[in-house]
């Protein structure tokens, strides 16, 4: 059987075929410039058949078939579908027209590609009469006052009136192009410099050189020029502007493919942004975030030096954990096993009998794999340590503390507004923040109908899951102190609570929208008590002297 179809298929073949045909199979036929369109190599469609080989009077004739899907004959004979067949009417019909508008199209493609090489010629001839042009600083100014953006001073820095009227403080500053804008002869450059951003205005034959038409963002400058107010309706930062008369370039920066907004576009995606960190905390967004970073890191030293804590600094190296060794990074030190540490907590108790109440602001180090909003392998870790208090006192603590810190950076004028523009919806936590205990917390959750991470109903010594904390959270829309965890989920140096010995006096304070934000706990005050804690979690107490010693 399979005899008899080949040798109809060759007699089908052989039997339709004229001199100048083009063959098209739609089912294993290739639009490509691989094709050729005889009957060993099809095209795959009509319309690009008539592009490939469009018709001239009668010629040439366009023979199809649907070698595998096609229909078979009454008889059922799939050799039917190899027959070649002139293509119909209303297929040649629309094959026309798709050549017609790939006519079209071309034409406007040629007209366009025309346009922009008279633009570059345009260009390249403006280029090279912006070459002949020579920027000198003209002497018979006075000299430039050299400042930073951020100079307000109106004793350094006078402003001239919008109109030139009033003559202001001829300046130079230095910085990287932020924004670039040309209008008719005028190019308005956003100058950025770390401290703040500066409109500054070239005319005339600075517009015009050379190094401003080819100007690229975050090449660095020096410009020169008198200061002066914003005109009447008009924007720009610090309602000041810079009119230049003078510009010196520091270093240019790469355009077309190397440019800035081409390694770090809007759309990129996340793990380009993370690898090109160093460009990307230029733009606008990323540097406010580490301004009021800053602005909070002042703020905790503030907060803490009025609260009587000293800052003290930790080692980062240490033979210790204190989270547990599954997360620890581990090196040789010298012959001998080290990590980088987990928490400085207890390295800060050491402090307390020499210097009182201390806080630290150190680096932490996690080894744990993930790319969570909760993991980080390294981050900026603030902790504390405070002597005879009370659990209520801690609790009292954390409040006052995180309260006064809000408070602050929302007061001060420059940090709050950049809060206000980074997430306009964000409101200081109002006092008192709510008392849950963890296993009320259990019980609510229950209520709820949110479940564990297994999809099961949360028992009593689960360690609830980040999704379920933060939906109650959210759902409940206060800071709340979650407290009284379960001895055998928390860390081996945590005090267990006298009234019910199952849990600890350990807290958790979390926030509608973030989720988890600080963890405390009260100590374990007794030596016999500390050893057997280490014994349980099967650490050797011997790495820990100089902490066990403190209960001596």
């Not at 809000?406 to 980074?422: A, H, Q």
Request: hydrophobic letters at 35%; glycine letters at 6%; charged letters at 30%.
């Amino acid at each position: 059987m399979a005899t008899d179809l080949v040798g109809q298929a060759a007699a089908l073949s052989v039997a339709s075929p004229a001199k100048n045909s083009v063959y098209i199979d739609e089912d294993v036929g290739i639009d490509s410039p691989q094709a050729s369109g005889t009957e060993a190599s099809p095209f795959k469609s009509l319309g690009y058949a008539y592009i490939q080989q469009p018709p001239q009077g009668s010629s040439p004739s366009y023979l199809t078939r649907k070698s595998q899907t096609g229909p078979v004959s009454e008889d059922g004979d799939p050799a039917a579908r190899l027959e070649w067949k002139p293509a119909t009417k209303s297929a040649t019909k629309k094959a026309q027209n798709y050549l017609d508008q790939h006519k079209k199209k071309q034409a406007k493609e040629k007209e366009q590609s025309a346009l922009r090489e008279r633009e570059d010629e345009k260009r390249r001839a403006a280029l090279e009469e912006a070459k002949k042009i020579v920027i000198e600083q003209d002497k018979s100014l006075p000299v430039a006052t050299k400042i930073k953006i951020r100079e307000q001073d109106s004793s350094i820095v006078k402003l001239g009136s919008g109109d030139g009227s009033a003559e202001g403080t001829r300046v130079q500053v230095s910085g990287w192009v932020h924004r670039l804008r040309s209008q008719k002869d005028v190019v308005f450059v956003t100058l950025r410099d770390g401290y703040g951003l500066l409109q500054c205005i070239l005319t005339g034959d600075l517009a015009k050189s050379y190094d401003i038409q080819t100007l690229t963002l975050e090449t660095t400058l020096s410009i020169y020029g008198e200061m002066r107010e914003v005109p009447p309706k008009q924007h720009a930062p610090d309602n000041r502007e810079l009119h230049a008369d003078y510009f010196k370039v520091i270093g240019r920066a790469p355009g077309d493919k190397e440019a800035i907004t081409n390694i770090i576009a809007k759309d990129a995606d996340p793990q380009t942004m993370l690898n090109n960190r160093h460009l990307v905390i230029r733009g606008d967004t990323a540097s406010g975030v580490l301004k009021i970073r800053a602005a909070v890191l002042r703020a905790f030293r503030a907060v803490y030096l009025d609260l009587h804590c000293l800052e003290v600094t930790p080692p980062c190296m240490v033979q210790t954990q204190v989270e547990g060794g599954g997360t620890l990074f581990a090196f040789d030190y010298y012959g001998e096993k080290a990590y980088l540490t987990q928490s400085s907590q207890l390295y800060l108790e050491t402090c307390l009998p020499a210097l009182g109440d201390v806080f630290c602001v150190q680096e932490s180090f996690r080894a744990e794999k993930s790319l969570t909003r909760r993991h980080l392998s390294e981050f900026t870790h603030i902790e504390a340590e405070l002597a005879f208090i009370a659990f209520e006192d801690l609790l009292t603590h954390i409040e006052e503390l995180i309260c006064r810190v809000v408070d602050m950076i929302l007061s001060d004028p420059k940090t709050g507004r950049m809060i206000t523009e980074l997430n306009p919806d964000f409101k200081a936590p109002e006092r008192p923040f709510m008392r849950i205990k963890y296993a009320d917390a259990i019980t609510w959750l229950k209520e709820h109908e949110i479940v564990n991470e297994d999809g099961g109903e949360h028992t009593f010594g689960d360690d609830i899951a980040e999704a379920a904390e933060r939906r109650m959270t959210d759902i409940i829309n206060k800071p709340i102190f979650l407290t009284h965890f379960p001895a055998e989920i928390k860390a081996f140096y945590m005090k267990r609570d006298v009234t019910d010995d199952r849990v600890t006096e350990s807290v958790d304070v979390l926030m509608p929208g973030v989720g988890e934000i600080v963890g405390g706990s009260m100590r374990l005050e007794g030596l016999e008590e500390l050893l057997k804690a280490l014994e349980r979690e099967g650490i050797g107490a011997d790495p820990y002297y100089w902490f066990t010693d403190q209960r001596k």
